[in-house]
Every structure is written in structure tokens, then in C-alpha cells.
């Protein structure tokens, strides 16, 4: 099965619901503390049409793809984000990941190939991704399920703020929940 219809099929059996989906947890503060493992991400498999994917190794990869450049508390915040998703969708991190559209890493690439890079190239920010991903949860973003860089203001923003939503800056990052989530 070929990633694109991988994707269409996610979409026919579960639905789309836009770019406003998601939620859930976080991660250990890694900072001088002693962060003990939870595995919050749980081992699963993810298949695309090269191989059989760690959901360890797809969210490590969406944290370095997505914020290596914004140190641990970006990773963390985007890790946030992923699993408030997850949680509120009852789905796993993987689809959420993985949903047309959502992080855009992974629109239209090659997965297997951005792992790989991921693990290669970037080498130092995996190693800090996997500690994040099994880690105990954080809550810097106060539940935040959307974020955005700061260099654009999509509307989808401007109708969380006019709604409540009391948006959280963290790095380059701005990061929102939705204050009827609550």
C-alpha cells in the first residue's frame, strides 16, 4: 500500500475533521531533573509502503522535523500537542501525526526516509526526542492541541482567541486550546 492511499484510507474510516482536531498530555521536565520513563507513547507499529515504523521513532522524528531548532521546551510543547490530539480523539499519536495536512514534515514526503535523516542527520535532537517521548508528561502549553510558527496568523488563530483561547508562546512557536476543551 502506497503512503498517498494509506492516507485516504485513515481518512475514509475515520473521517477528516480539519485542521482544528486533537489532544492530550505531554512529557518529564528533562531539565536537572530525574525524569523516569513512562512510555506515555506506547510501542506500536506504524505501517507505511517501505516498512514497519516504530510510533517511538514517527513522533521522535515529528518533534525533531517539526522543533529541533527551539530546545527541549519546543520538543516538549510540540509533543503537547500531539498527544492533547491524541487523547481527545481517541486515536493514536501515530494517526495523529500522520493526518493530511496537520504536520506539515509529513505532507507528501517519504517517512521512512525523514526517520532515517531524522536519526543521521539530526542525530542529537533524536537522542533528545525519544528521551521526551519516554518521559512523564509536562503541561507547558496548558493543554494546547493547535500551534502555528510565529512568523504567520492563520484564521483558524484569530477564532481560538476571539473564543478564549489564551494563546502560549514558546519559542518560535505559538501554541492554543480551546477553551470549550476544558
Given amino acids: 500500500m502506497t503512503f498517498k492511499t494509506h492516507y485516504k ?6 473521517g477528516w475533521k480539519g485542521a482544528l482536531a486533537g489532544a492530550g498530555l505531554g512529557l518529564a521536565t ?5 525524569a523516569r520513563p513512562t512510555n506515555t507513547a506506547p510501542q506500536q507499529q506504524v505501517q507505511t509502503s517501505q516498512s514497519n515504523i516504530s510510533q517511538e521513532d514517527l513522533i521522535a522524528t515529528t518533534l525533531v ?5 527551539e530546545g527541549i521546551k519546543g520538543m516538549q510543547a510540540v509533543y503537547e500537542v500531539i498527544m492533547n490530539r491524541a487523547k481527545k480523539e481517541g486515536k493514536s499519536p501515530s494517526k495523529i501525526v500522520l493526518a493530511p495536512k496537520q ?5 507528501g514526503a517519504n517517512i521512512p526516509a525523514l526517520i532515517k535523516k531524522a536519526k ?7 537522542d533528545l526526542a525519544m528521551q521526551i517521548v519516554k518521559s512523564k ?4 502549553t496548558n493543554g494546547a492541541r493547535w500551534y502555528h510558527t510565529t512568523n504567520i496568523k492563520p484564521s483558524w488563530a484569530t477564532n481560538l482567541v476571539q473564543s478564549g483561547s ?3 508562546t514558546i519559542g518560535r512557536h505559538v501554541f ?3 477553551s470549550r476543551a476544558r
Fill in 30 to 34: 528533562m531539565l536537572g531533573g530525574h
Fill in 137 to 140: 508528561p509536562t503541561n507547558l
Fill in 176 to 178: 492554543y486550546s480551546s
Fill in 103 to 107: 504536520f506539515s514534515c509529513f505532507n
Fill in 166 to 168: 489564551k494563546p502560549i
Fill in 65 to 69: 522535523l517539526e522543533a529541533r531548532g
Fill in 120 to 126: 543521521t542527520q539530526y542525530k542529537k535532537s533524536f
Fill in 9 to 14: 484510507r485513515t481518512v475514509q474510516e475515520e
